[in-house]
């Protein structure tokens, strides 16, 4: 059975509230769930939930609590409301609180040592940040799964700076995500064996099943099963 809370992370500057779903099983990898910009809502809390039931210690940050803590909206009646908070986010200081959760994560006790991370477009862009800057004694996270983050083509000059497997997916018609800028993060890295990028006949957001217009059942079922099993062979020991 999967029980959920929620963590208090520290920081220098404040602590802050992480969506926690925790698996049957102990010793489990932890995998970060980077939020949309709806924040840590029924969808996110959804995955999370879905994480544990695979076996996966999942722990959803609320980057946006220095704008306002446990900010929340359901679907496209939402867009407004957060993309305006995406327009005051500290994108350094949201690194840094990402830092701070794979330190949480991997400090605790149902935690096997090894951590990823799965961000959906906001949080797709943010898994991105996770795989360049997150780093915890000297290691950084062992596998990130990015869906189209929208801000990703632009952080291509930290590419040199992934040092774990990553997998990419993408709409092939997202209108928010042109063709050109998806083609661009596949060229930056396209001598990595270890990053693959997938594009589905799809738009943008359609993993989110709380929003009915982007919602696409096909592309995000094929999604998650390629990610839960990316997941599965890079985070447990063999």
Same mark, same amino acid.
């Given at each position: 059975?999967?029980?959920?809370?929620? *963590?208090?992370?520290?920081?220098?500057?404040?602590?802050?509230?992480?969506?926690?779903?925790?698996? *049957?099983?102990?010793?489990?990898?932890?995998?970060?769930?980077? /939020?949309?910009?709806?924040?840590?809502?029924?969808?996110?809390?959804?995955?999370?939930?879905?994480?544990?039931?695979?076996?996966?210690?999942?722990?959803?940050?609320?980057?946006?609590?220095?704008?306002?803590?446990?900010?929340?909206?359901?679907?496209?009646?939402?867009?407004?409301?957060?993309?305006?908070?995406? /327009? /005051?986010?500290?994108?350094?200081?949201? #690194?840094?609180?990402?830092?701070?959760?794979?330190?949480?994560?991997?400090?605790?006790?149902?935690?096997?040592?090894?951590?990823?991370?799965?961000?959906?477009?906001?949080?797709?862009?943010?898994?991105?940040?996770?795989?360049?800057? #997150?780093?915890?004694?000297?290691?950084?996270?062992?596998?990130?799964?990015?869906?189209?983050?929208?801000?990703?083509?632009?952080?291509?000059?930290?590419?040199?700076?992934?040092?774990?497997?990553?997998?990419?997916?993408?709409?092939?018609?997202?209108?928010?995500?042109?063709? *050109? /800028?998806?083609?661009?993060?596949?060229?930056?890295?396209?001598?990595?064996?270890?990053?693959?990028?997938?594009?589905?006949?799809?738009?943008? #957001?359609?993993?989110?099943?709380?929003?009915?217009?982007?919602?696409?059942?096909?592309?995000?079922?094929?999604?998650?099963?390629?990610?839960?099993?990316?997941?599965?062979?890079?985070?447990?020991?063999?």
């Amino acid at each position: 059975m999967v029980h959920t809370r929620y *963590e208090s992370i520290t920081t220098p500057d404040g602590a802050f509230d992480a969506f926690c779903a925790v698996p *049957e099983a102990p010793n489990a990898p932890a995998v970060l769930v980077f /939020q949309e910009v709806f924040g840590i809502n029924d969808n996110i809390r959804g995955l999370a939930g879905r994480l544990a039931e695979a076996g996966f210690l999942a722990l959803a940050p609320d980057v946006f609590w220095r704008i306002e803590p446990r900010f929340e909206r359901k679907d496209e009646s939402g867009l407004a409301d957060g993309f305006a908070m995406v /327009q /005051q986010l500290d994108f350094d200081l949201a #690194a840094a609180d990402i830092t701070a959760t794979m330190a949480h994560a991997l400090a605790m006790p149902g935690c096997n040592g090894r951590v990823g991370g799965v961000g959906f477009c906001l949080g797709g862009t943010l898994a991105y940040l996770f795989a360049t800057t #997150a780093r915890v004694d000297g290691r950084g996270p062992d596998a990130v799964v990015s869906y189209y983050g929208s801000g990703v083509h632009g952080l291509l000059d930290s590419a040199d700076r992934v040092e774990c497997p990553v997998l990419f997916h993408y709409g092939a018609n997202d209108p928010y995500i042109p063709a *050109e /800028q998806i083609d661009e993060v596949e060229r930056a890295l396209a001598d990595r064996p270890d990053v693959t990028l997938h594009r589905y006949d799809a738009g943008h #957001a359609f993993s989110n099943w709380d929003a009915p217009s982007l919602y696409d059942e096909t592309a995000a079922r094929t999604a998650w099963d390629r990610t839960v099993r990316f997941l599965d062979e890079r985070l447990r020991p063999v």
